[in-house]
């Protein structure tokens, strides 16, 4: 059987709290990401339904 430290277990849990910053900072980094891809998505499909919109226009006229 292992037998820690104080100074052991300190350690250990200063690096898992080292870690669950990290992995927090990840998170609200990707939460960034996802809603700047939201939002190019978004505007990608309103122009391509502007786009649908004015070629459409354009073929029923002829």
């Known amino acids: 059987m292992n037998r820690y430290t104080k ?3 300190e350690r250990i849990v200063f690096t898992q709290l080292e ?11 990707m939460k960034v990401q996802n809603e700047l ?3 190019a998505n978004k505007k990608l499909k309103d122009e391509m339904s ?8 354009t073929v029923k006229r002829k």
């Open 7 to 9: 100074a052991d277990l």
């Open 50 to 57: 502007e786009f649908k919109q004015k070629f459409y226009s």
């Open 19 to 29: 870690n669950l910053n990290a992995m927090n900072d990840l998170l609200a980094i």
């Open 37 to 39: 891809l939201n939002n």
